[in-house]
């Protein structure tokens, strides 16, 4: 965009000083059609500026608005993967949880077995429904 302004302004200087040139050459009537022709022409290169500039101004608005948007759908994945980080702990706290009530109940099965077959070899049998009554599984 630049480069166009300054070319526009530069042709705008070279018309005028060869109008102003051409002035000295040629009769009054054809000056002043010279200058108009110059003027009109100038009209038209600030049109064009014009133009350019509003162009410029709303590429730039429009650039923001995306950068905007860009940033907040950015911030938005950033949230959503820390969620999912959040949530990825979660799952991996709750599968040791599981492996822990897995072992723990493996344990508390094998101390039954160990109490019934204990119970079987010496002859001691205690009601079974008193075993899970109590709090210590060996009392």
Same mark, same amino acid.
């Given at each position: 965009?630049?480069?166009? /302004?300054?070319? $526009?302004?530069? +042709? #705008?200087?070279?018309?005028? $000083?060869?109008?102003? =040139?051409?002035?000295?050459? =040629?009769?009054?009537?054809?000056?002043?059609?010279?200058?108009?022709?110059?003027?009109?022409?100038? %009209? +038209? &290169? +600030?049109?064009?500026?014009?133009?350019?500039?509003?162009?410029?101004?709303?590429?730039? %608005?429009?650039?923001? %608005?995306?950068? %905007?948007?860009?940033?907040?759908?950015?911030? *938005?994945? *950033?949230? #959503?993967?820390?969620?999912?980080? =959040? /949530?990825?702990?979660?799952?991996? &706290?709750?599968?040791?949880?599981?492996? *822990?009530?897995? /072992?723990?109940?493996? &344990?508390?099965?094998?101390? /039954?077995?160990?109490?019934?077959?204990?119970?079987?070899?010496?002859?001691?049998?205690?009601?079974?429904?008193?075993?899970?009554?109590?709090?210590?599984?060996? +009392?």
């Amino acid at each position: 965009m630049q480069k166009l /302004l300054t070319v $526009i302004v530069a +042709a #705008a200087v070279l018309l005028s $000083i060869m109008t102003a =040139g051409a002035e000295s050459q =040629g009769t009054a009537s054809e000056a002043r059609d010279k200058r108009e022709q110059v003027r009109a022409e100038r %009209a +038209a &290169a +600030a049109k064009e500026l014009d133009a350019a500039k509003a162009d410029d101004e709303a590429v730039h %608005a429009a650039l923001l %608005a995306i950068t %905007a948007s860009v940033n907040a759908q950015q911030a *938005d994945i *950033d949230e #959503a993967q820390r969620r999912l980080e =959040g /949530l990825r702990a979660d799952v991996a &706290a709750a599968e040791a949880a599981i492996v *822990d009530a897995d /072992l723990e109940s493996q &344990a508390l099965n094998d101390e /039954l077995v160990a109490l019934a077959v204990a119970g079987f070899v010496t002859g001691e049998s205690e009601e079974p429904s008193l075993i899970f009554q109590s709090e210590d599984i060996m +009392a």
